[in-house]
């Protein structure tokens, strides 16, 4: 099975770009990159996956390495209530099966 | 606008209790998925589902069974609950096709004293 590596924190000022790192460098070349976040006490939220393009929508833009060995999440202004944990998952191929890590804590600071 | 419901936000039980959760979709997806959350440790799947009265093993199922007898509703059942099953419970559904996202429920957090 692929799995992920991520930081496990970042902090970001309030009003500029996050970039969460993830690592997934055993990814097949049919499994997708998907992007959640979890805020304390909440069931996981989807923000964005993408395959190989680069994907954009009204939450982040999502940017795949031409090797799809890795790929970034761009917050492109943070805000407070963008603080959470943010996992970063590649689908197992052959089933449905969602393989989570330990994900990042981002803290976006006033 | 609600996907995924799960019965409980907070339970607390006694060892020994046999304990359900209940997980309710209604995007008519096939699949369904219990995750366990434990600090430091992410989301670990105890059990998923493809279809009606099918199930498979996740990573860590011992200590628990499932049920799904309609395609809407999965369960989770602690047969004998001890401390150690102590977590906050997560239901998914992803959708049959693999591009696109699934969608969770709001979590239970199970406190077994």
């Known amino acids: 099975d692929a799995k992920t590596t991520q930081p496990p924190s970042m902090d970001c000022a309030e009003g500029r770009a996050a970039n969460l790192p993830c690592n997934h460098s055993t990814i097949s070349g049919n499994e997708y990159v998907y992007w959640y976040r979890q805020i304390h006490s909440q069931g996981p939220q989807y923000i964005i996956h993408?395959?190989?393009n680069n994907e954009t929508n009204e939450m982040a833009s999502l940017i795949i390495t031409e090797d799809r060995k890795s790929s970034t999440l761009i917050l492109p202004h943070a805000t407070l209530r963008d603080t959470a944990v943010y996992y970063c998952?590649?689908?197992?191929?052959?089933?449905?099966?969602?393989?989570f890590g330990t994900g990042t804590r981002l803290k976006v600071l006033a | 606008d609600v996907k995924v419901t799960q019965s409980s936000r907070y339970l607390v039980k006694r060892t020994g209790e046999k304990v359900f959760l209940e997980c309710v979709q209604d995007?008519?997806?096939?699949?369904m998925f219990w995750y366990r959350q434990d600090p430091g440790l992410g989301l670990r799947l105890i059990y998923f589902?493809?279809?009606?009265?099918?199930?498979e093993k996740g990573d860590i199922p011992e200590g628990y069974s499932v049920s799904r007898e309609k395609k809407e509703r999965f369960s989770l059942i602690l047969e004998s609950a001890s401390t150690n099953q102590t977590s906050m419970y997560l239901c998914?559904?992803?959708?049959?096709?693999?591009?696109?996202?699934?969608?969770f429920g709001q979590g239970t957090r199970l406190t077994v004293v």
């Open positions: 995007m008519d997806h096939e699949n």
């Open positions: 998952i590649v689908r197992t191929s052959g089933t449905y099966k969602y393989i």
């Open positions: 589902s493809y279809d009606v009265k099918m199930k």
């Open positions: 993408g395959l190989k």
């Open positions: 998914a559904s992803p959708p049959d096709r693999a591009n696109t996202e699934a969608f």
